[in-house]
């Protein structure tokens, strides 16, 4: 009896050691996660991770986005060197980006891979003739690419400024590990030109993998407000003319 009570006694002494060992590491095991590197596919038109491209591209992920809350494409970008989106005060709001000097048709636009309108301006001393593309709405992005320099080996002669590419989000950014359906509402404000945006985001994963996801954002908005008061209609007029926003996006995917 001594003997079996001695050996449980060294077992205990053995193991609890190991125990408690265990014990203080779980937390620093559990907190090391693994760090995935930034991946960009404007640069290239693949995968590539951001740091072993030589060209100068950065990204504005989701994170990023969600921290900004930017009212349109011209606050998009506020925060991004040498890149400035043009905003028309008089009637069209967000318009082009502007790369290092070079804007217009000299920089390439992309939503998922796929060309937008070219900008277009008549002249004149109005702007009445003005085509600018419409932009994505911004709860639908994922992250946003802008690859600064020439890329006209790629993209043709229209991205010798540079490329602006837009990706949206998939089934999968929506749906946790797991899961049959996922649903993301969201309702947000700005004060710049007390404009309403809500968003309606909705995913599924079907039992063969098949992956689907339908969305719905609708904004309406005001003038941006530029803290003029001169109310006229002479030349010395500072107030902001008056407008009224509204914009509705669809989008629609299916994933395999």
């Known amino acids: 009896m001594n003997s079996t009570r001695t050996c449980r006694f060294v077992r205990c002494l053995t193991y609890r050691p190991l125990i408690a060992a265990l014990a203080l590491a779980w ?95 008549g002249g004149g001393p109005t702007n009445f003739t003005m085509n600018a593309p419409l932009g994505v709405p911004l709860d639908f992005l994922k992250r946003v690419e802008i690859l600064r320099g020439p890329a006209s080996s790629l993209y043709g002669s229209d991205a010798m400024g540079g490329v602006v590419g837009y990706l949206t989000l998939d089934p999968a950014d929506l749906l946790a590990k797991g899961a049959r359906f996922g649903f993301q509402p969201k309702l947000s404000y700005s004060g710049a030109h007390d404009g309403y945006t809500v968003t309606l985001l909705g995913a599924g994963r079907a039992d063969n993998g098949l992956e689907w996801m339908l969305g719905y954002s609708h904004t309406k908005a005001n003038e941006f407000d530029n803290q003029g008061k001169v109310d006229t209609s002479a030349p010395t007029r500072t107030a902001p003319n008056p407008q009224d926003v509204t914009d509705r996006g669809y989008i629609a995917k299916l994933a395999i």
């Open 27 to 121: 937390p620093l095991l559990s907190a090391a996660e693994t760090q995935l590197k930034e991946v960009v596919v404007t640069a290239t038109r693949t995968e590539a991770e951001a740091d072993s491209v030589a060209a100068s591209i950065s990204s504005v992920t989701r994170a990023t986005l969600d921290r900004r809350l930017p009212a349109d494409e011209a606050d998009l970008f506020r925060d991004e060197p040498d890149v400035a989106f043009a905003r028309d005060a008089r009637r069209f709001g967000a318009t082009h980006p502007n790369i290092r000097g070079l804007q217009d048709n000299r920089v390439l636009q992309l939503v998922d891979g796929v060309r937008m309108a070219d900008f277009y301006n």
